[in-house]
């Protein structure tokens, strides 16, 4: 059953816009009056931007970010929550879920923009991604278990693998929100940024990725995250075979060749 507020069944056309720039696309997560939290609609819109954006070739990477100054995600939709039945509970973490994972194994390199609150499913949602910039606003937390539930897009198993046990059991356990300064030092975010600067200096972060070969960069994705959940014997194996067959790729000729030439390579991620 797919749960709704109120306000919803007025449709709400575009809760999730996709812009493009050359090899960039950006998705822009635009519910501002509820600091962009998360109802089962932009669940699904979001599911679907990332859908089209996975086959479209022209794509290289994503910044996924907040509409607004104030939010990046303040988390799952409250009022959607507080009439949840049990079994409802279970589908609406698993659909949250199953997007939020899509995200996470996403072919090319998704960058979270946080420019504001990242708060709960928000948060969720930021470490599913593969990078995070902040701006200097930003504010991080899993404050779920004030409310009387737990992380239920994914938290309890990704905090611990991002800035290890004791760091994500404080976030947690507490409740409480970090500043972005903190976030950086404790490795939640690669870096923290004026408000202002923060779309144009994600940018740069992703067109430092994109200028890569398209094929290693999805490559090196599969190999880490393979690795996180494989024994170091399988995850070693893993990672030859996929180092092999990127010697056949169009892309490692133009690499090398480029090097020895002396000039920038062209990757047509083949
Ligand atoms: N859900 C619904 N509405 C929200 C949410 C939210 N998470 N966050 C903010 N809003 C709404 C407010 O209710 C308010 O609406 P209205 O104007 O109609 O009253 C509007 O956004 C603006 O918010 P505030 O007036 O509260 O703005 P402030 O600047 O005063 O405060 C805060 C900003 C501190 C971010 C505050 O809004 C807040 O604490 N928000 C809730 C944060 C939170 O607890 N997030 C976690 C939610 S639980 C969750 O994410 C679970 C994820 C896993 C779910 C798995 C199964 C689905």
Known sequence: MILQ????KMT???LVRVSHDGPVATVTIDRQKKLNALNPDVIRELGHAFEGLRS?????GVILTGAGDKAFVAGADIGVLARMEPIEGVEVSRQGQSVLRAIETFPKPVLAAVGGYALGG???LAIACHLRIASENARFGLP???LGIIPGYGGTVR???LVGLGRALELTLTG??????RAEA???VNGVVPRDELMERARELMDKIVKNGPVAINKALESVYHALDAGTEDALRHESSLFGLLAATDDMKEGMTAFMDKRKPEFKGK
Do not use: H, K, N, Y
Request: negative net charge; proline residues 7%; glycine residues 10%.
């Open 5 to 8: 507020t109120p306000e919803q």
């Open 12 to 14: 709400d056309p575009t």
């Open 56 to 60: 479209d070739d022209e794509i290289r």
């Open 122 to 124: 928000g948060c969720e």
């Open 144 to 146: 779920e278990v004030g």
């Open 159 to 161: 905090m611990a693998r």
């Open 176 to 181: 409480e929100m970090i500043d972005a300064q």
């Open 186 to 188: 404790l490795g939640l």
